[in-house]
């Protein structure tokens, strides 16, 4: 097995939400290898957006509270090291892609200019070599006709040449972890599949290490090669995402593949999960899903931790883990 | 809004300032039981006392109690204020939502007009207002109110555009909703917030802007007791007879200030942007 | 014989618009015709430029029609020549993001109410003071109590039972739901099509559901049409839509759909 790049360990934290502390992440375990595609998958509030920020040290200080835990990234413990050092790995070791390509573009800038800055900052190439590069950078994400596109502005592109214009700056120092949240949520399906696509090549050509965030679990299927689900900040279930997805161990990610009309027959309904999100503020005790789980038993009321299934399955559930042990 | 008037009174500043407007109030609305004497009545042999015990804050060139003059000013310089603006803000709210939402020619002639309006310094355009209208606090009020008017009806201009744009206007439309309808119902309410917040800035300007047109003769006619009008006199004295003018300017000062910070305080606190 | 309930012929729609002194136009809508048979879901699926969103617009007459007929229940409701009524009522919309649909200084019942205000004919003696309100915001998986409340205290799930209710209000035939599962997650987005399919049974309803999400088109619609910057290029049955398709545009969006289960057949 290949040396983990993003090592993160029973990472827990709260935000102070008008005076009250709201716990947002518990115990959040996430291991990526170099080279290798991971898939954080959960619904609104589930917590994946704050996994990703709190991996650069990007949440905001005077609310955020880490309780527990700690991050590596690439042997380094993020938590414990100083802003300056974490804002080193930012854009250089550490590459981000959001949903929202145009929040990062300089709409001012033309795209070779903004490339060729973002270059130079974070290498010691000379004027001439940083030029060459923006070039092949952008050739790199497929673009076909990078002499033109160097010189316009974002407004000028598409929602997807945007997007592969984000991605060329964000691989261009060549970094070992790229964290794309949503990155195709905002296009439309068959850019969509270029683009994931895209990321999937580079991640193979480069060895990136890839955390793909997403709601979406067509999109995961589709490129990650492990799957982690998050349920209010814990995580539920993880493995390879052909375990997890084809044979979902967990109760909620059984309901959640349930819920997709993709599958259902017609006339048939869809399955639905009962009951409502839980309000975080009051973190219930035990298994965080168990007012919601048609399966919940006695042991409910205690937490579960993440349990083997087998060499790379675990699962937060204690109907599945009495099972494995009996 | 009992939690918004703790959260103002919270903070140091805006607690004060809460406070004193609350005494404002109080004294505006009840002036004429809390003067010791008449504001207007003349006393020649009482001219130009120092501040003692009999009048707080002495008396005038003609013996009237500069005390009883200042609490019977705050009615007519607050109310005179609140007045212009109120008027300012609602013409300007319905004129610019209608031309906001409108949009087409009406909104271009509507807008241009504001730029002639706005090309002006506020004063200058005050001054030459009341000057025309003729001297009287009415008038006053009334140019005060035109000179403020631009302000409202962009505003409301600009929130309609944005308000026109969301799926509730359009929702409302496929319902075969009239125009009037949505702008009552869809977009005034929605954009009340600034104005509320504009409002709240703008009166201690106005007050302002009604003492200088007092001071310069054209507000309030004597023997009204207006404190632009009073200071315009008591300048006069400043140097033998100092309380004339400090009082009656010290009572234009906290009021204005007590205005701004809370004008101030209600942004903060409806701004969404500002808040957390 | 079956009337169709809704006929749109050889509709175009054009935006002209100036750029830098340069005068451009869009052709959003070419030449598209369909018919919709009451009691049926019909899907209109399309990236964005499609034209679908104008389409609805132009239904729900928000824009004009440049050329080209659409008649509803075999009475003209819009054609270049303009004038025509508009049957407010009998067609309804549900848009895409409830956040922005419903006025947040509304109480639940004004919000559901509104429409009502505007009726005209029959129906406003018929439904101009109804009681409805209550009934349908429990078909619509709410409680009575919360008709008080506003909408920013109910979740995303919610809002869009709001918006569904009010399009219920009117009992109408017709009801065009622009992407209104995109904003949800996707537990809500199973839970509101659930609830799509009961109220369409229950009430009668005739849907023309527009969406780019190839899952819920499947999963919904009896018949499907597939457009193409402006162009109709693919109109049939569900099942030969996503089993048979013929042109190549159609396969080629239904080839990018990312299905969890596309990718595990293949391994």
New interface residues.
């Given amino acids: 097995m290949s040396e983990l790049v993003l090592d993160i360990k029973d990472l827990s934290l709260s935000f102070l939400t008008s005076g009250t502390p709201v716990s947002i992440l518990k115990s959040v375990e996430l291991q990526i290898a170099a080279g290798e595609i991971v898939g954080l998958v959960g619904e609104s509030g589930s917590g994946k957006s704050v996994t990703a920020l709190a991996i650069s040290k990007l949440l905001p200080t005077q609310i955020t509270t880490f309780s527990s835990g700690s991050i590596y990234f690439n042997g380094m413990d993020i938590l414990t090291s100083s802003e300056e050092s974490v804002a080193q790995l930012r854009g250089k070791k550490i590459g981000f892609v959001f949903q929202e390509p145009m929040t990062a573009l300089n709409p001012t800038m033309t795209i070779g200019k903004q490339l060729f800055h973002v270059i130079r900052r974070h290498s010691d190439l000379s004027k001439e070599q940083a030029q060459a590069k923006v070039r092949a950078a952008l050739e790199e994400v497929l673009i076909a006709k990078p002499e033109i596109v160097e010189n316009q502005y974002p407004f000028q592109l598409s929602g997807g040449m945007r997007q592969r214009v984000v991605i060329a700056m964000a691989m261009s120092a060549n970094p070992a972890l790229l964290i794309a949240d949503e990155p195709t949520t905002a296009l439309d399906v068959t850019v969509q599949a270029e683009i994931l696509n895209l990321i999937g090549k580079l991640a193979k050509v480069h060895g990136t290490a890839v955390l793909l965030i997403s709601h979406d679990l067509g999109v995961i299927a589709n490129t990650c090669s492990k799957v982690t689900v998050l349920y209010a900040g814990e995580v539920v279930e993880t493995g390879k995402v052909s375990d997890v997805l084809r044979t979902p161990l967990h109760p909620y990610t059984q309901a959640l593949v349930k819920s997709l009309p993709d599958i259902a027959a017609r006339g048939s309904s869809l399955e639905t999960i009962a009951g409502e999100f839980p309000d975080l503020r009051k973190r219930p005790e035990g298994c965080i899903y168990a007012p919601r789980c048609p399966k919940k038993f006695d042991k409910c009321s205690e937490s579960p931790v993440l349990m083997k299934v087998d060499n790379e399955h675990s699962v937060a559930c204690w109907a599945q883990g009495s099972r494995s042990s009996s | 809004m009992l939690k918004s008037i703790k959260q103002l009174v919270k903070n140091r500043f805006t607690g004060g300032a809460f406070i004193s407007l609350c005494v404002i109030a109080f004294i505006a609305i009840f002036s004429p039981l809390l003067t010791p004497y008449s504001p207007i009545d003349t006393k020649p042999e009482d001219r130009l006392l120092a501040p003692g015990h009999l009048h707080y804050f002495g008396t005038d060139e003609l013996g009237r109690d500069i005390f009883s003059r200042i609490l019977a000013g705050t009615r007519i310089s607050v109310g005179i204020a609140l007045f212009a603006i109120l008027l300012a803000a609602f013409v300007g709210t319905f004129i610019g939502s209608f031309s906001g939402f409108i949009g087409r020619w009406i909104d271009q002639v509507i807008m241009r007009s504001t730029d002639v309006l706005l090309a002006f310094p506020t004063l200058v355009l005050a001054l030459a207002l009341s000057a025309a209208l003729g001297p009287s606090i009415v008038n006053a009020a009334l140019a005060i109110a035109i000179v403020k008017l631009p302000i409202y009806m962009r505003l409301a201009r600009t929130q309609a555009l944005s308000i026109s744009q969301t799926l509730y206007v359009k929702s409302a439309r496929t319902f075969g909703v009239k125009s009037g309808w949505i702008v009552r119902r869809h977009i005034v309410p929605n954009l009340l917030t600034p104005i509320v917040i504009q409002i709240s800035l703008d009166i201690g300007d106005a007050i302002l802007l009604i003492a200088t047109l007092g001071f310069l003769g054209l507000g309030a006619q004597p023997p009204t007791p207006e404190w632009g009008a009073m200071i315009s006199t008591g300048w006069n004295y400043l140097i033998d007879q100092w309380w004339y003018p400090t009082f009656t300017g010290a009572a234009i000062f906290i009021t204005v200030m007590a205005f701004n910070i809370i004008g101030d305080g209600i942004r903060d606190l409806l701004d969404p942007k500002a808040g957390e | 014989m079956n009337q169709d309930l809704l006929v749109v012929s050889g509709l175009n729609k054009t935006f002209s618009f100036k750029n830098k002194g340069v005068k451009h136009e869009n052709h959003a809508v070419k030449d598209v015709s369909f018919a919709i048979k009451p009691g049926e879901v019909f899907g209109l699926v399309g990236?964005?430029g499609s034209g679908k969103s104008t389409i609805a617009n132009l239904l729900?007459?928000?824009e004009s029609v440049d050329s080209g007929e659409i008649t509803f229940n075999g009475v003209t409701i819009a054609d270049s020549k303009a004038q025509n009524s508009?049957p407010?009522?009998d067609?309804?919309?549900v848009?895409?993001?409830p956040r922005?649909?419903?006025?947040?200084?509304?109480t639940i019942r004004q919000i559901i109410e509104?429409?009502l205000?505007?009726?005209?004919g029959a129906k406003k003696t018929e439904l101009g003071n109804s009681s409805d309100v209550v009934r349908l915001i429990q078909a619509v998986g709410l409680r009575e109590e919360h008709l008080d409340r506003r909408p920013h205290q109910f979740?995303?799930g919610q809002r869009q039972r709001v918006?569904i209710a009010?399009a219920l209000i009117?009992r109408p035939k017709l009801v065009v739901l622009d992407e209104p599962t995109s904003a949800l997650?996707?537990?809500?987005?199973?839970?509101v099509?659930?609830l799509l399919?009961?109220l369409q049974s229950e009430f009668g309803l005739t849907y023309l559901f527009i969406s780019?999400n190839?899952?819920?088109v499947?999963?919904?619609c009896d018949r499907v049409g597939v457009l193409n910057q402006g162009e109709l290029v693919e109109l049939a049955s569900?099942e030969d839509i996503f089993n048979r398709p013929t042109h190549p545009y159609t396969k080629?969006?239904l080839?990018?759909?990312?299905?969890?289960?596309?990718?595990?057949e293949s391994?």
């Avoid at chain 3, 922005?100 to 509304?106: A, E, Q, V, W």
């Avoid at chain 3, 997650?185 to 839970?191: G, P």
């Avoid at chain 3, 080839?255 to 595990?264: G, H, L, N, Q, R």
């Fill in positions: 990236e964005s729900m007459n928000l508009f407010y009522g067609i309804q919309v848009f895409q993001d922005s649909s419903l006025d947040p200084r509304m509104e429409p205000r505007f009726l005209s979740s995303g918006a009010r009117t997650d996707i537990s809500v987005q199973a839970q099509i659930n399919k009961s780019h190839m899952g819920v499947k999963y919904l569900n080629k969006l080839s990018s759909v990312p299905s969890m289960f596309k990718e595990m391994q």
